[in-house]
């Protein structure tokens, strides 16, 4: 049994022209072990960040729903935690504060040497120590989401929801955080759903990448799955063999939706028959062409 | 030899530049004191010659013209038979000069704590009877304002509910009230104290309700995902977070209850220093009148520099 489980799910939102209705994605099916690192790719506005957020809890879908650990999701909670694009960090609490209030959320019963302790953990896993009594407006845009990313590991969630986490940080400074949250994410071995426009970032964190056409009524409608073994780092990953297969096919992918003119070449029939599955084998020809699996 | 020679002399030009520049740096610090006394200075000057009075010139003037001046009470003859103007009467011709508003000064503030009689207070105790009306009322509406703008802020549907009623309440004069608060408390007191809280309570509302519902939805989902209670949410993410906006509010309502604070006083005749300034004008005393005035304005800068430093504690940088 899937730990997280996306269940024919469909998102309509009001248009703006009036009484009709507009389906963002629709029939979205996915399933997501225990301790698995899923990523979502697609295109600007194909409603991959409503998908998260309704898992999350922080919207609702129009039909079908989100299931995690066999409990269907009804609203946010302490068991599903996102890092925010814009990191959401609370400016006028520090550092400490900040993480301590979701500790203390999260752990209501421990005592404030506990939380401290507990705090002082997460700031060290991030290489944040020395920073703890500065305000958010001090650090910079890779320290922050360092914060963000100590306050979600901290109350230790079932789902880590990551929403485009690093979309606002510099480049370099993405590569340094990517690579930390490989290590935090080996220690730790959380159930992971990330949103992202990176595709390096999707294939060095990522298990499963799914890709999602354009909107209105997006869908899944590929599943890459990124057959480099762990443990991973930006160095060594490009000589792995399917680094560039993996990368070019999801940009293909990418190029091929960019237009929304685009007439889908798997036609009627992949969309009624749920998301490809791609996987990249060893001997699987020296061309991009994709093995291909249902 | 030339070369390093040229350096020195280049190492030096920048030592002495740095110098110039540290100079002009303390002199530039300096300066605006100095304009601010220059223009001062040159205000009292004006002030002091416009309102110099020219000593009684009788040339050109009949005898009877004279006793008919002197009649009116305008000039007098002094011993010797000169004619001079009636200092009397010279108290209330035009406006006093900065020397007799000064002498005023000095007497009202040696007097500022001493009471000599029920409406007669000292200075001190007038300001202090105003400081403690404006505070009383606009920490009431400061607080009720809060209160109600982030219920509204946080409820869209009542706040374009109430909205109407609050652009059609928040343009009135809180002067305006004053009939109708003195009828139904019926008593100045309380009155003088309702139309500072009316004057103060609509900025702080619109733009609490304005701030709490503007507020980056990130920290309400941060607050729903953790469970913060309903209680730990507000004092926690959205009180802190909408306090700049609160503190803008707060400000524009301070201001304006500053401004309804003196008329409020004149209207009912509260001791206070709207008080004052009216009843130095029923003295006839406009040197009383322009230190009343003068006193109003250091009243308005003490209580806005004591909020300047409340404000600066709850804001914060985005």
Known sequence: MSFLAIDHMSKYFPSHAGNGTVCIFEDVTVKISKGEFVTVIGHSGCGKSTLLNIIAGLETPTEGGAILNGQEVTGPGLDRMVVFQNFALMPWMTVFENIALAVRSAYPTWSSQEIKAHVQKYI??????????????????????????????????????LDEPFAQIDALTRGVIQEELVQMWNATRNTVFMVTHDVDEAILLSDRIMLMTNGPSARIA??????????????????????????????????????????????????????????????AANTYEPAVSH | MVGEGWGEGENYSTHECMQIGITMGSKQTQHPFFISLFFLGIFLLAWHVATINPPFDPTGKTDEELMVM???????????????????????????????????????LNEAFV??????????????YTVSRFAVGFLVASGVAILVGIILGLNQMLFRALNPFIQILKPISPLAWMPLLLYTVKD??????????????????????????????????????LQLSWFKRLYKVILPGA?????????????????????????????????????????????????????????????????NKLAGLVTYQE
């Open chain 1, 124 to 161: 060290t896993l991030v290489g944040l120590q020395g920073a703890e009594t500065k305000k958010p407006t001090a650090l910079s845009g890779g320290m922050k989401q360092r914060v963000g990313l100590a306050r979600a590991f901290s109350i230790e969630p079932k789902v880590l929801l």
């Open chain 2, 115 to 128: 009471i000599k009689g029920t409406n007669d207070h000292g200075i001190a105790f007038l300001v202090g």
């Open chain 2, 70 to 108: 002197e009649f009116n009470g305008d000039i007098m003859q002094t011993d010797d038979g000169q004619y001079v103007w009636n200092p009397e009467k010279e108290k209330v011709k035009g406006v006093p000069g900065p020397m007799t508003v000064m002498e005023k000064a000095w007497v009202e």
């Open chain 1, 222 to 283: 590929e599943i890459v799955n990124v057959t480099i073994p762990r443990p991973r780092s930006r160095e060594t990953i490009i000589e792995d063999e399917h680094y560039y297969k993996i990368r070019n096919h999801i940009i293909h992918f990418l190029v091929r939706h960019a237009s929304h003119q685009h007439t889908d070449e798997s036609g009627d029939d992949a969309q009624r028959s749920g998301p490809l599955e791609i996987n990249f084998r060893d001997q």
């Open chain 2, 243 to 307: 306090a700049p906006t609160i503190v803008n509010g707060l400000r524009i309502s301070f201001g304006s209850a500053l401004v309804a604070v003196v008329p409020a006083e004149m209207l009912l005749g509260e001791l206070g220093v709207g008080y004052l300034s009216w009843i130095e004008w029923n003295n006839l005393d406009i040197a009383g009148v322009i230190f009343a005035i003068l006193v109003v304005g250091t009243v308005g800068v003490i209580l806005d520099s004591g909020f």
């Open chain 2, 188 to 225: 100045p007191k309380w009155t003088a104290i309702l139309v500072v809280f009316m004057a103060a309570v609509w900025p702080t509302l619109a733009t609490t309700a304005f701030g709490v519902n503007t507020l980056r939805k990130e920290y309400l989902q941060v607050a729903a995902i």
